[in-house]
């Protein structure tokens, strides 16, 4: 990928000490060399924020104490930033995205969308009456072995689809670690920052959002069962949930984060009519292919049965594993391709398959689906508009 | 195991020519040497009974045109069977279980119990006023490894179950096979004489009962979204079903039998308050351990972590591994050691574990359960007494 | 298998309580009905052998104190036994295997051929004078797996073969199990009794034998560096082989009983000019072939790219993992089809594959050569015939 | 890792348009930011030199010719480079290197050393008479899990060891891809420009690289046959190696171009008196520990078992892949901490473990050996000192 002009200029909201995703994302930023991190409101606290921006090297004067001053500062100088990177706590989606969206700053938005509805819903009328771009970072999109799962589906490798399995277990939150003082643990267990789903909307939604970018499917109803196993706990930890797609596919999700044993095990698998497709994010680089009547394959990033659409974004040989921070560099990258395409006037390249606002919009339906669901006693539950 | 008191006498109805499990009950009664078939009632064809009898060596007096004719004249043999298998299709279990039950001789039925709830109150009836043994070959449980998770739950070692994720997927009925005339096809999708279940049927309740075997819950509810993915099917090849236990855990249950790609893959994770356990049919020499806070283990048969359950039913030495054949003589093994005891008038060996009558009924409570949980549309269902 | 004409009348030399092989070979003689075991001495020691007669149901008459009266008694009587299953520890396999042989009944030997080459010289001599069979069990190569291997690498599947990687690492003699008592590591860490080579002749032979059994290729020269790392060992426990084979092909053996976390780990990898091949023990119902320029393809036991070649040894449906057992008894069922051939006159079945007495004498060639090679300071040496 | 001085300042020799390693170092230099990229001489050809200069943003002044212009100038300018990567063919690893050493530029090198003992001789003695570090880049030797691999030896968790198994196998080069045209496979085959060793050079050296970071053992003798499989191959493609450690410990190591269906199959297993040790590069984020007598755990990158060697090289939770380019970066982050403490005087710091000069003579010797030893029929040979 060239770089020949020279980087996008990119400011971050969230992500200073302490926090995980920030640092995920400025790598993701800095691995092609298409971003340079510029300036930030990198914490709520103004001596962290301060702190934090002197860890990353910005000049003084763009370290900024909160996200409405950088918004406004930025969007003044001739030299402000071209993009921004919103990393914070779900509920501080929404504020910082409509205040840069509305100065024509292209957001990249850590998912889900939102904490609410009504978050979402204003978040996406700013952005509808943006020029800038939103992407939200659905990183699992970015494997490359997720394309080819997706131009394969697509062109009908596997015939109609059938029966989609995916599920997203983990075993961080087997115990009560929100009281131990974690902060991760924390926000993320509290209705008021992560928004009413806890497993549904922190790894649920990237499970949901997999299996329809997989796919293409639309699902149109659930039936959810949440459960919080763990003591006092405030929002759901473990989720079972069935799927029907508009086609008249079916399928099953399953989030926990009580799972022993399991790290970061998302999982998806999609069987159609003539075949079928499993793959792993802890063993990313592989996908299975199994045709009607043959034995299975082993597809592998950059070899020799690797499609154009996974090629793309690969950047070493075969056996040579990429990982989490490739795949989401990989968002960052068809970020940059799209925002360089905006700047000459053209469209996105056509192959830039990043997640935006539709995709937030349907996750946000997913999470609220599922806890209606689930109050009413996991009953099957339209999937409305976000 | 000692067999000095020579094999027991055993029987058999159904089995003949081109049938798939008579043949898989012969090995298992034949490897440990526990048993010696030496009458028969093969096929419901007297010429197919008649060549299916000298195939295996039977006696011409002792090679029988139908089940009935069997029971009483083995009956009135000073020599006569001890114990008979019954392998035929599901409608053709209650017969001759009933038949042989009535007459004391002990029964080893395959599974499910039979094809309508009315056919299993009947059998259940006889069952309860023999005095010969029931035994039900949900041949899963006979392997060591599922003993030994058994053991390890029923001990604490992953501490209260919270979530149970079973699952059965095939793909040898992805294509209307029944349509090809293949016998084992064509039986298992006709609702007439494999019940209403199809899928549900045939491997769910193997899923079932492997998750109450191990888990020693009880399911007090379900929601099941069945489906006939292949045009003209009669049953359903695809069964998605939520669980509901008494001890408040809950479970997500897969049967598929359209799943491109997966032949008997058979897998069930149980996760507890302090651990996991996860098991795979088609490795079932191993079962991975999840203590929390601790590196996952792979405990294998015969090796340094083998538990006295796993111990008892293993033949060979670590590494050499066993399979379903073995799996299956297992529950044979566990049979005679009770009919032995019970000829001695002595209770059965306390480790005896092997599925009976009550595990058959709860499979028929899940069958039917699911077919009317999913013709109302998907509802939650209370699990009956069958 | 059709076992119309009766079982094959089996005597077993060895194989009394305590041991382990022997009562594998009885499992593996009695998986499939082909054989009846009716006489026996399994045991050195009279008493033992007798309570083991006993054990095993043997009539009285027919359980015997020593290999010479057994071998004279059976030859005198009428329905005296067709053959006999030798299961005795190294040094004990010529002696009873000429003795048979002389009396005209068929020999179904454990490997290594025998603990010296003199005993294999002499047990050639009498298997060539004798109208009887000489099968050797080289048990692997009963895996359908195998089976289909050896079938793709004639047939031409991966080209010429080039480079050949086999090994067998356990662990159970890591430490000095020989100083505790156990019988199984007393006799195999005993010259006298195992022969000159220790992992070597245990292991190594097996490895050897499945590499050439595979690819049909005859080692001509090796190179070995045997060592012996437990204190106090007598013989080797750790085999380092380099081996040239007269097709210009080269291959690495590496055979061992000191490393930990490795039960029965036997592995082959075969690599020619358009294709890998790769087999593992441990997961004996897959086969990995890597055709050139395209994605591996994993080749299951009876699935849809299984060959005629496996279909042959295979009972049960893909999915249903088959083992060491079913392995073992594909031996035993090869070498009654071949015996029942001879008694009508009729050659052996053109598809039968069981090792016997040449594959016997490349093992002591082996053995023989690695302890030269290894004795001299690991040069090359060629290997002779034993 | 803290950025706060600013990133160093970094050059690069080769690695323009169409190589390959180049790529790879500039993503590992500024995946953590400590690097910034600002001058090179990316190609020998100077066309292609500026237009990879101006593809990576490259000022005009800092895009040189040759690597001489580039050390003179850099060395005059007050924000001259403090760095240099060389990532040019194995023959022009010394020239840049020493015209860089001299004039006290730090430099980070790719493997192996040199393409000659001659060339490799010159750049130790520049090496050890720079002030400035030479590092390496074994890069397999960043990856967490080899990281704790080597703790836990040393800390005696496996004890004394005894047998190192390492392997190397590919299969890009198993046709002649040389003739097509393909730069990398060019130079690679070509004795010229990549040293006498093919395999044995460019992945032999990593095994055996890896072998000697994780045991601490040092090789003293080797026995090597090296063969050239594919027609018309100037190199070896195929090296089996026997290793005779000081310590009594013995080794196997295989590297392969020509092994059809593996990638980058680098594995290395290493076992001891109490334990043992299984890596591998495809699957990095697990280590497999089999202590004597207990189950084998799977240690996971970042997981409940992860030691502080391995968490020190982490930047994402468990069960997020981390991979190859992470593993590459450590090496260079782990050479900006020690450039920095340089820069102040201080020692490096103490955990710091990347290979230097050290290792890379070890290479050149490994090589050499291989390459006698094999010449000479494949006979044992000392590892000199390169």
């Not at 969230?14 to 930030?40: E, S």
């Not at 024509?104 to 938005?109: A, F, P």
């Amino acid at each position: 990928m060239s770089t020949t002009e020279g980087p996008i200029r990119l400011g971050m909201v969230g992500g200073g000490r302490d926090a995980f995703i920030g640092g995920v994302h400025r790598i993701a930023a800095r691995l092609d060399g298409h971003y340079a991190l510029v300036a930030g409101a990198l914490s709520s606290t103004p001596e962290k924020a301060r702190a934090s921006g002197r860890d990353l090297g910005l000049a003084e004067d763009r370290i900024y104490a909160d996200f409405e001053a950088m918004a406004e500062a930025e969007a003044a100088r001739p030299d402000g930033i071209e993009a921004v990177a919103i990393v914070t706590p779900n509920h501080m989606h929404a504020g910082p995205a409509i205040a840069f969206l509305k100065r024509g700053v292209h957001v990249i938005c850590d998912k889900p969308l939102t904490a609410t509805l009504e978050d979402a819903q204003a978040l996406a009328e700013a952005a509808r009456a943006s020029d800038a771009l939103f992407v939200l970072t659905h990183n699992y999109t970015g494997y490359p072995m997720v394309r080819q799962a997706r131009a394969m589906v697509a062109a009908g490798a596997i015939g109609r689809v059938r029966v989609v399995q995916v599920e997203y277990p983990q075993d961080w939150l087997a115990t009560a670690l929100e009281d131990t003082g974690l902060k991760q643990a924390g926000w993320r267990t509290d209705p008021a920052r992560a928004g009413a789903g806890g497993a549904t909307g922190d790894i649920g939604t990237h499970a949901f959002n997999l299996a329809a970018f997989v796919t293409g499917l639309r699902a149109t109803a659930l039936c959810a069962d949440l459960d919080s196993f763990v003591d006092g706990r405030r929002v759901d930890d473990n989720a079972h949930v069935l799927l029907r797609y508009e086609s008249g596919a079916k399928g099953a999700l399953w989030a926990s984060q009580v799972a022993h044993g399991n790290e970061n095990a998302l999982r998806l698998r999609v069987y159609g009519e003539t075949g079928g497709l499993e793959w792993a994010q802890e063993t990313p680089n592989t996908l299975r292919h199994a045709p009607h009547g043959e034995a299975p394959r082993l597809i592998t990033r950059a070899g020799p049965a690797a499609s154009p659409e996974a090629a793309r974004l690969t950047r070493i040989p075969a056996g040579h594993p990429e990982g989490y921070l490739e795949g989401f560099a990989n968002i960052y990258a068809e970020a940059a391709a799209a925002i360089r395409a905006r700047g000459t006037g053209a469209p996105p390249p056509a192959e830039v398959a990043f997640p935006g606002l539709a995709d937030g919009l349907a996750g946000m339906a997913f999470i609220d689906a599922c806890v209606r669901s689930s109050s009413a006693g996991a009953v099957w539950t339209e999937l409305g508009q976000a």
